[in-house]
């Protein structure tokens, strides 16, 4: 660990860290432009762009998390801080994320990384002269070490940060569907389960038959409690893998992060509820430009200090200045 973090009194334990971003933050408001980029398959991704737009100004990529969009808390929160900086900055919308169901019966996934290359590929066509950095929190996490790894030495990216990654998706599939963590699973399968619903009610009302048989051959919606239920009846077969076993063993981002030749910092903690100690990788197999922050507390993508009357955000002072000493 090379910064510190106090957590805030009173928001003890893993839990009050991981939920006040959802349920007790004001959001930041922020103005952004929308800009859709469609892709070689003929889908789309939304990105929400924020700050100065001059041509060399630094720009980061930022990678929500599962069920989340560019308008997750952190997101918007991170966004803020790097203007204030003096930095733009570009929130991703994974397939489907951006309050509008995508176009194909496939989605977005934790391995998804193609889609996070197209992406990279076209900010640096867009802006050719700025310094390129990305941001990914948990899936977005595991998504952005994943393509650091695949891409090694050819990454344009000049620097990397992931928040809170399920390193081992096997290992996180069990592990959130133990004690309180459940709560979140319950959550999440509700969300998962909806995001599928839109879209083959989408594909009705536009009479796109093969896209809707596409997803009916998947089989019904209900019973599924877990992400091994999930992932194997719909994540696995829309995307291209065998099964569940073979999604979280070709996805995991714990296998790629050797290969990594762009500086990367990793910030997690400990006591998140998502990711057991042992999911977490050995100093061994991280490559030498890579930073391991661990933190005993902080939960999933929380890591609130300060008071109840002013709530400090650690996330978003760190990532901006270690980001900044990366110029």
């Known amino acids: 660990m090379t910064a510190s973090f106090q957590p805030a ?50 720009l980061v990529l930022v990678l929500h998390g599962l069920t989340g969009s560019s308008s997750s808390l952190y997101v918007l929160g991170l966004q803020q801080r790097l203007a ?28 998804v990384s193609e889609d996070l290359a197209a992406v990279i590929a076209h900010l640096r066509a867009q802006r050719p002269l700025a310094p390129l ?17 695949e891409s090694g ?11 809170s990654v399920p390193f081992r998706l096997d290992q996180c599939a069990d592990r959130i569907g133990i004690g309180f963590s459940r709560v ?14 839109r879209k083959q009610q989408r594909f009705q009302q536009l009479r796109e038959d093969r896209h809707l048989a596409a997803l009916q051959r ?12 999930f992932d194997g009846r719909i994540t696995a077969p829309l995307h291209g893998f065998a099964d569940a076993d073979d999604y979280y063993r070709r996805a995991s981002s714990r296998y790629y992060l050797g290969a990594i030749r ?28 890579v930073e391991f922050e661990l933190h005993a507390h902080g939960g999933h993508a929380g890591f609130i200090d300060g008071s109840p009357r002013q ?17």
């Open 84 to 111: 204030a900086q003096g930095w733009a900055s570009v929130a991703l919308n994974w397939r489907g994320c951006s309050g509008e169901p995508n176009l194909l019966p496939r989605g977005y996934h934790s391995g």
């Open 218 to 229: 998947l089989g019904p919606l209900d019973g599924m409690r877990t992400f091994w239920d």
């Open 9 to 58: 009194w009173w928001l003890p334990g893993p839990h009050l860290q991981t939920l006040w971003n959802s349920l007790g933050r004001r959001p930041p408001q922020l103005q952004r432009q929308r800009e859709r980029l469609w892709l070689e398959d003929g889908d789309f991704l939304d990105l929400d762009w924020h700050g100065p737009h001059a041509a060399e100004t630094p």
């Open 133 to 149: 950095y990305a941001v990914g929190y948990s899936l977005g996490g595991n998504v952005l070490l994943k393509h650091l790894g």
């Open 153 to 163: 030495a050819d990454c344009p990216l000049q620097a990397a940060v992931a928040v």
């Open 311 to 327: 709530p400090g955000y650690y996330l978003e002072r760190r990532i901006p200045a270690w980001l900044n000493g990366r110029r």
């Open 184 to 197: 979140y699973q319950r959550h999440f399968m509700s969300e998962m389960v909806a995001y599928v619903q």
């Open 262 to 289: 762009t500086p990367t910092l990793i910030i997690q903690a400990a006591d998140d509820p998502f990711v057991f100690r042992h999911s977490l990788p050995e100093s061994a197999e991280l490559a030498p430009g």
